[in-house]
């Protein structure tokens, strides 16, 4: 074959690796959401996150607003804080905000959702949220369930 | 008893001497600046080992995909969640299928095919003469040959990856009746662009520089015979396919181990 023929070959093999390569970000990846790095970050003290990970959504309403960035445990208080990294174009949360870490459908991902509150100030860079709760266990609810039950009983 | 230790003893060493000599192949073939010759004999290179392994490729991954959103369906439609299709197929095939199979292939289809080019030239004495007429083969045969499979594979993994993906989303959504917009969006905050896809890529990488040292290597360790030809090809093929599962645990338990 002749060489000027091989050397198109080889050049449409490549450009399709690389379409390959791009159809997987866009189509099949959240590169438009990893994108928007631009944020700023928050945090919040919960008594137990339950399944809470790095990376779990932050909802609002049900909308993406950001991503859980970092969980540490508060070393004077013994308590989770939840850092959230927020896009910077959701950046009129009220400071009255209340975090709760909710499950999606029954035994889906844990996720953070934060409801608005009435206030005017703003949560900026580093606000932590007060108003917390945390995530339902179900070995706890089952606890409570048995304990309350028995005592009726009695 | 003691023949029996002492062909042990020549089996490790000889263990250890095979190690050396293919890292010394590396070291003489591509631990170099490449020159403006190495990319035009690279760039033929790639017709062989990756166009012309292209629609194998091409073809395993669309009925890998089909397969795994037929199989898929069938089992999450007992729980109701077969919107969980899209990020089943992608993750699996993103994060291994895609890097792994297409690797296997490639050792099949174009590494057998490098050891026994490679071992002919040597069973010719065409490497000899090479040598004699002050042309080095490690530069001008086994060289060339590496870098192009080291450039091949990632682009191969992801044409079989997207076309994978695409069969997957042929199945599920227009034969079984998945809904098209969950498919795709489940799919799409399911997978991670540098978690998974990239270090689906990084796998191709480290799979195509393994696949092509151990076939050229086992070429240009032949046994300048026919049947030294044949048997290194079995070879290039067998530790090819063991070393990309032995590697594929080391790397996903390197990525995907804390991630849980």
Known sequence: ?154 | MIAYIQSLGTRVMETFATTGRAGKLLAGSILRIPTFKDIYLTYMQLYNIGVQSLLIIAVSGLFIGMVLGLQGYTTLIKFGAESALGPLVALSIVRELGPVVAALLFAGRAGSALTAEIGLMKATEQLASMEMMAVNPMHRIIAPRFFAGIIAMPLLAAIFSAVAIFGGGLVGVSWLGVDEGGFWSAMQSAVDWNNDVVNGIIKSIVFGFFVTWIAVFRGYDSVPTSEGISRSTTQTVVHASLAILALDFLLTALMFGDVV
């Open chain 1, 1 to 154: 074959m002749k060489y000027r023929q091989i050397e198109i070959i080889i050049g449409f093999f490549m450009i399709i690796g690389f379409i390959a390569v791009a159809a997987l970000a866009v189509k099949v990846s959240n590169i438009a959401d990893s994108s928007e790095k631009a944020s700023y970050s928050i945090s919040a003290n919960f008594d137990n996150i339950g399944g809470l990970k790095v990376r779990s959504p932050v909802r609002m309403g049900g909308v993406l607003i950001g991503r859980v960035s970092n969980i540490t445990l508060d070393e004077d208080t013994l308590s989770p804080v939840v850092t959230m990294s927020i896009f910077n174009r959701y950046n009129k949360l009220p400071t009255e905000t209340t975090a709760s870490i909710l499950t999606a459908g029954l035994l889906g991902e844990q996720y953070l959702s934060l409801s608005p509150g009435g206030d005017d100030e703003i949560l900026a860079e580093g606000d932590v949220i007060e108003d917390t709760q945390s995530a339902l266990v179900i070995e706890e609810l089952i606890g409570k369930f048995l304990f309350s039950d028995s005592s009726s009983d009695l």
